[in-house]
């Protein structure tokens, strides 16, 4: 006669380490690897903070993309112990893992001993219809879909660069678009700065671009600050953004930019454009070269042309603005190699790209002091600078 | 001979050329013969003391001149120098 299942359970409780809440609760962070392996809606009601989850019916396909060194400590936990004790077995017995041991009474008895649970967040079934091509990406995923909704970007102007960007960063689900610009939009605008459109002219920006974003994605809440960012108002505009997209047009905002995201250490992703051709690189302080390290003084007039009118072709703000979208999310989702330290520039006539090397400077005055010692009246400093620029407007 | 890659802001000064060759066995006399064969470029690329001005960034091919050795350093066949001026042309939101 066969023996009942209970009898098969004791047998194998008898055969594996068994190991208490208690001891678990210190190997968390401690080198073992916290395996749950209980179903995904189990799961999403509250797991131990750290532990990855591997469901038990997948565990034989899954164990090895999760945890490949067979000499690591593995600690699987279910609901009261008895599914992980099965699990346990196999992980020993068919597949070669050395250390191994099962929670006795499971996540019920962690939480009954009161010890911290963490509940994630899940997407609704229309978040997962809408980010499904997100969701395929193992380098996006639920948890990096969950990143970029969280996540709080704030774009210098709604403009050339800043159109684009919005669009899609909206689309990608970036939970809140923060938007400096205190313009409305012109007939001359719209040749290129495609969040706005024909029935919007003498809207302003900040509203259009609004429109577009929630008609776009609801997700997306829009924080809008129809001012002029100036050495006043902006570590109170900046403050609390995750990342910062600068498509700004004069160099004294850019270099207020630059100090004051020095100083909160929130990174930057910069394009400047002119013509056919375009620049991008990503400041991120103290990590990398910040603005100064690479420019520590602006141009003369003459060399300035953001102080004048300028051609552009319509294409470029689009192309520019996405390769700072791209960096945004990459930087949101800590994927991929960042352009810090690194200057693209694109020359769309020539289709080509060339890129250069950006180094700190040891003696750049902002970002070789500490946040701290850079004061406000410092901020976006050069002297006379701004009436200089401003006259050749 | 040496590729000089000319940025938007310097190409009227050059005829609205967006590269030049240039012979010459370092960054400084490279781009001093640059200057005299265009002089209107002599005061964006240097200063009054003869070094290139602080506004003005110098690549041989995608490094920096001034980690190297600045117009001293080194230039040899099929190098190319990239002359980048800070550029600031975006939106208008300061306008």
């Known amino acids: ?393 | 001979m040496a590729t000089i890659r000319i940025p938007p802001v310097l190409r009227a000064a050059v005829g609205g050329e967006k590269e030049l060759s240039a012979s010459g066995s370092s960054v400084g006399e490279i781009l001093r013969s640059v200057a005299e064969a265009h002089p209107d470029t002599q005061s964006q690329l240097f200063s009054a003391d003869g070094g290139l001005n602080r506004y003005v960034n110098v690549y041989l091919n995608d490094e920096d001149v001034r980690v190297l050795d600045g117009l001293d350093t080194n230039v040899g066949e099929g190098d190319t120098l990239v002359i980048l001026p800070a550029m600031a042309g975006g939106a208008h939101p300061a306008s």
């Open chain 1, 1 to 393: 006669m066969s023996p009942s299942g209970a009898e098969v359970l004791r047998n194998i409780k008898s055969r594996i380490d068994e190991v208490d809440p208690a001891a678990v609760r210190e190997q968390v962070g401690n080198g073992a690897v916290i395996v749950d392996v209980r179903e995904p809606e189990e799961w999403g009601a509250g797991h131990i903070p750290g532990a990855i989850h591997v469901p038990k019916s997948y565990l034989e396909s899954r164990i090895e993309g999760a945890v490949p060194d067979r000499e690591k400590h593995v600690v699987l936990y279910c609901a009261s112990g008895n599914r992980s004790a099965w699990a346990a077995r196999t992980l020993i017995e068919d597949l070669g893992y050395e250390h191994v041991e099962s929670m006795t009474g499971g996540f019920t008895l962690w939480k009954d001993r009161g010890y911290e649970v963490e509940t994630p967040r899940t997407l609704t079934a229309e978040q997962r219809e809408r980010y499904s091509r997100h969701l395929l990406l193992p380098e996006v995923g639920p948890d990096g879909q969950q990143k970029l909704l969280d996540a709080k970007v704030l774009l210098l102007g709604a403009g050339g660069l800043g159109s684009p960007a919005a669009l899609y960063l909206a689309a990608a689900g970036v939970g809140t678009l923060g938007i400096v610009d205190n313009d409305q939009v012109d007939l001359s605008n719209l040749q290129r700065q495609v969040i706005h459109s024909s029935e919007r002219i003498g809207v302003p920006k900040v509203d259009s671009a609004e429109q577009t974003i929630t008609a776009l994605n609801p997700d997306v809440k829009v924080e809008k600050y129809p001012v002029r960012l100036g050495a006043e108002n902006i570590v109170e505009i900046i403050k609390g953004y995750d990342v910062i997209v600068d498509g700004l047009d004069n160099f004294p905002t850019r270099y207020l930019l630059n100090d004051a995201s020095v100083r909160l250490g929130i990174p930057v992703v910069s394009a400047a454009i002119l013509g056919f051709e375009g620049q991008l690189s990503v400041f991120k302080p103290y990590d990398g070269p910040c603005y100064r390290c690479l420019f520590p003084v602006p141009p003369p007039a003459e060399l300035a042309p953001s102080c004048g009118a300028n051609g552009v072709l319509g294409v470029l703000p689009g192309t520019m603005g996405l390769l700072q979208a791209t960096e945004v999310i990459k930087l949101i989702l800590g994927e991929g190699d960042p352009l810090i330290g690194r200057l693209l520039m694109y020359d769309a006539l020539a289709a080509t790209a060339t890129e250069v090397k950006v180094r700190r400077d040891p003696d750049c005055p902002i970002c070789s002091r500490h946040p701290e010692e850079i004061s406000d009246e410092e901020l976006g400093v050069f002297p006379d600078y701004e009436a200089f620029c401003a006259g050749a407007h």
